[in-house]
C-alpha cells in the first residue's frame, strides 16, 4: 500500500462537501425583496431555500430605511448576501453593486473600494462584522 488515496476519494470528498454546503445554505433566503416592500410589511418576512419562514427585525429595516436614500428603498433587495468561497478561506465576497453602495453609506466599507470583475472581495472577519451588525439582513452564502 503506497499511502495514497485513490483519485476517487477526492470526487466522494467534493459530493460529501456539496452536500454540506447545501444543507448550511438552506436558511438563507431564496427570494430577496426590494426595502420598501420589507419596510411596508407588518410582519417583514421571506421564503429560505428550505421553505422555512425568515422574520427579519423591524427595527434594523427601519435603520436602514432612515439611513439610506429613497432610490435604494426600492432597488436594494434584502437581505444582502455576501459569499464565502472555499477556494479563498480568510475572505467573502459581494456581486451586488447595490449592497455595496448601501454599505458604503452606512459607512460599513470605504468609498474607494471598487468591484472587480463583478465581485468585491473582503476579508471575512469584515463580513462576519457586518452580519453581527446587521443580524438577519445581511447573510452569508456558501460556494
Known amino acids: 500500500m503506497s499511502g495514497q488515496y485513490p483519485m476517487s476519494d477526492d470526487s466522494i470528498l467534493m459530493r460529501w462537501m456539496r452536500v454540506e454546503i447545501g444543507k448550511i445554505n438552506e436558511s438563507i433566503v431564496s427570494e430577496r425583496k426590494p426595502l420598501v416592500r420589507l419596510l411596508e410589511e407588518d410582519r417583514p418576512a421571506a421564503r429560505t431555500k428550505a421553505g422555512n419562514e425568515h422574520v427579519f427585525d423591524k427595527e434594523i429595516l427601519e435603520e436602514l430605511g432612515n439611513k439610506l436614500p429613497s432610490d435604494l428603498h426600492r432597488k436594494l433587495k434584502i437581505p444582502i448576501i455576501l459569499f464565502s468561497d472555499n477556494k479563498v478561506p480568510d475572505s467573502c465576497y459581494l456581486n451586488d453593486s447595490l449592497a455595496l453602495e448601501a454599505l458604503q453609506i452606512l459607512e460599513e466599507m470605504s468609498k474607494m ?26 447573510q452569508i452564502a456558501m460556494r
Not at 123 to 137: D, E, H, L
Open 113 to 138: 473600494r471598487r468591484m472587480q470583475q463583478g465581485k468585491l472581495w473582503v476579508g471575512r472577519s469584515i463580513a462576519y462584522n457586518i452580519m453581527k451588525k446587521y443580524p438577519g439582513v445581511v
